[in-house]
């Protein structure tokens, strides 16, 4: 399995950032983000949810270096004090921290011995979160987040 690639990501252009000092747009639309990602990111920014990393993580569980545990890590760039999405499907969490959601959190219930299992759960998963993502209201979402800014 090749490692994922984590880049900056412009959200606006849609394309990863080489240069900060060249880049047209500014910096604030810029994500940390592995290649997996990008649709998850994308539709986010289309609900009017900022982010500022998205990444996949393969932790090792135990003392077994070969046992891996995957999850997903998305950090907002803006707190709220309400579930902004609603329900998450299964396995998903909003990351909770002095009263407010600061991340998007998935952690799978199952290990995998095989990098290329983890990884196939991980695009399984993501998959899933997007098709999910494209059934929330954009335009309410957006107003909601608008109405609540501090």
Same mark, same amino acid.
């Not at 080489?18 to 986010?44: F, N, P, W, Y």
């Not at 299964?90 to 290329?116: E, H, M, P, Q, R």
């Not at 997007?130 to 109405?147: C, F, Q, V």
């Given at each position: 399995m090749?490692?994922?690639?984590?880049?900056?990501?412009?959200?606006?252009?849609?394309?990863?950032?080489?240069?900060?000092?060249?880049?047209?747009?500014?910096?604030?639309?810029?994500?940390?983000?592995?290649?997996?990602?990008?649709?998850?990111?994308?539709?986010?920014?289309?609900?009017? &949810?900022?982010?500022?990393?998205?990444?996949?993580?393969?932790?090792?569980?135990?003392?077994?270096?070969?046992?891996?545990?995957?999850g997903?890590? &998305?950090?907002?760039?803006?707190?709220?004090?309400y579930?902004?999405?609603?329900?998450?499907?299964?396995?998903?969490?909003?990351?909770?921290?002095?009263?407010?959601?600061?991340?998007?959190?998935?952690?799978?219930?199952?290990?995998? &011995?095989?990098?290329?299992?983890?990884?196939?759960?991980?695009?399984?998963?993501?998959?899933?979160?997007?098709?999910?993502?494209?059934?929330?209201?954009?335009?309410?979402?957006?107003?909601?987040?608008?109405?609540?800014?501090?």
């Amino acid at each position: 399995m090749d490692d994922l690639q984590v880049r900056d990501y412009c959200v606006q252009c849609k394309k990863p950032v080489t240069d900060c000092a060249k880049h047209e747009h500014q910096i604030r639309h810029s994500v940390l983000a592995d290649d997996v990602m990008l649709g998850i990111v994308d539709r986010l920014y289309d609900l009017g &949810i900022a982010t500022v990393m998205a990444i996949c993580t393969f932790n090792r569980t135990g003392s077994a270096p070969d046992i891996n545990h995957p999850g997903i890590i &998305i950090q907002l760039s803006e707190q709220v004090t309400y579930e902004m999405l609603g329900e998450l499907p299964a396995g998903w969490a909003y990351g909770w921290k002095d009263g407010k959601v600061f991340s998007l959190d998935f952690n799978d219930w199952c290990t995998y &011995i095989d990098i290329s299992e983890a990884m196939t759960r991980i695009n399984a998963v993501v998959g899933e979160f997007e098709a999910y993502l494209d059934t929330r209201d954009a335009e309410g979402t957006r107003a909601i987040m608008l109405l609540t800014a501090d």
